[in-house]
C-alpha cells in the first residue's frame, strides 16, 4: 500500500496521486509535480518531504495558506492517516498513509473539512433593564379651544382699466426735406454744371492752342481765322 493523496473538493474531485519519491512541490503551475488548477492555490503552494512511511507538508510561501485539519501550517507538520490538507480555502486533500503488517486502517471518510478558525464575533453581555420610575399620574390638562375668527373676505377686483406698458414708438420723419423732385432737380442742376464747367476748359484750351501753336491750329480749323496768317 502506498501513500495516496485523494482529491476531495477542487477543480478535479476524486483524483487520486501515489507517491513515490522523496520531494514533491504542489502548485498551480504546470510545472510542479502535483498540479492543482484552482485560482485560490498559489502558483508553487507547499512542499511534501518523505519522512519514513509519510510525508512532511511545508507551505512555501503561499498567498491564501496551507491547513491541516484545519489549522494553518507554519512549520514543517508531518502528515497521518486520515488527515485533510486544505489549499487555501477552495481544495481540500485527503490522507491515506500506508500502516505496518497487521495495522488497522483508518478509512478515510467524506467527513466536512475544517475551514481555518475564525474569531467569533464579539456578543455584548446582556443588560438588565431596570425599570422606569413610576410618576404620579397627572389630570389631563383642559384643552382650550381657540375662538373662531371669520375669515376675511378677499378684496374686489379693481374696475380699473389695466395699465400698459407703453410701446415704442420712432420718431416722425420730415418729408418735407426728402422729397423725391427736390432730389431730382437738384441731381440735374449738378450735372449742368458739370457740363459747362467741362465746356468752359475745352474753350479755354480751344484759345490756348490756338496762341501756342498757330500754324497746326489753322491747318485744322482754316476756315476760324482766314484774314490772318500765323507768322
Not at 128 to 139: D, F, G, I, M, T
Request: glycine share 6%; proline share 14%; hydrophobic share 40%.
Amino acid at each position: 500500500m502506498s501513500f495516496k493523496l485523494s482529491v476531495r473538493q477542487g477543480p478535479r474531485p476524486n483524483l487520486v496521486f501515489e507517491l513515490d519519491k522523496p520531494g514533491y512541490v504542489i502548485g498551480r503551475e504546470a510545472g510542479n509535480d502535483i498540479v492543482i488548477e484552482d485560482p485560490q492555490v498559489s502558483r508553487r503552494h507547499a512542499q511534501l518531504t518523505q519522512q519514513g512511511n509519510s510525508y512532511l507538508i511545508e507551505d512555501i510561501g503561499s498567498t491564501n495558506g496551507t491547513y491541516v485539519n484545519g489549522k494553518r501550517v507554519t512549520a514543517p507538520t508531518l502528515l497521518a492517516n486520515g488527515d485533510m490538507v486544505g489549499l487555501a480555502d477552495t481544495v481540500i486533500i485527503a490522507v491515506q498513509v500506508p500502516l505496518p503488517m497487521g495495522g488497522e486502517a483508518t478509512v478515510v471518510s467524506d467527513a466536512v473539512f475544517h475551514a481555518p478558525p475564525t474569531v467569533p464575533a464579539f456578543t455584548p453581555p446582556p443588560v438588565q433593564s431596570q425599570p422606569a420610575p413610576q410618576v404620579p399620574a397627572q389630570p389631563p390638562a383642559q384643552v382650550q379651544s381657540p375662538a373662531y375668527s371669520a375669515p376675511r373676505p378677499a378684496p374686489p377686483p379693481s374696475s380699473a382699466a389695466p395699465q400698459y406698458a407703453p410701446q415704442y414708438a420712432p420718431p416722425p420723419v420730415d418729408y418735407a426735406t426728402s422729397n423725391p423732385a427736390d432730389d431730382k432737380r437738384r441731381t440735374i442742376l449738378i450735372g449742368l454744371g458739370c457740363l459747362g464747367l467741362l465746356l468752359v476748359v475745352m474753350l479755354v484750351a480751344f484759345v490756348a492752342w490756338s496762341f501756342i501753336d498757330c500754324k497746326s491750329f489753322s491747318s485744322v480749323f482754316p476756315f476760324l481765322f482766314p484774314p490772318f496768317s500765323c507768322t
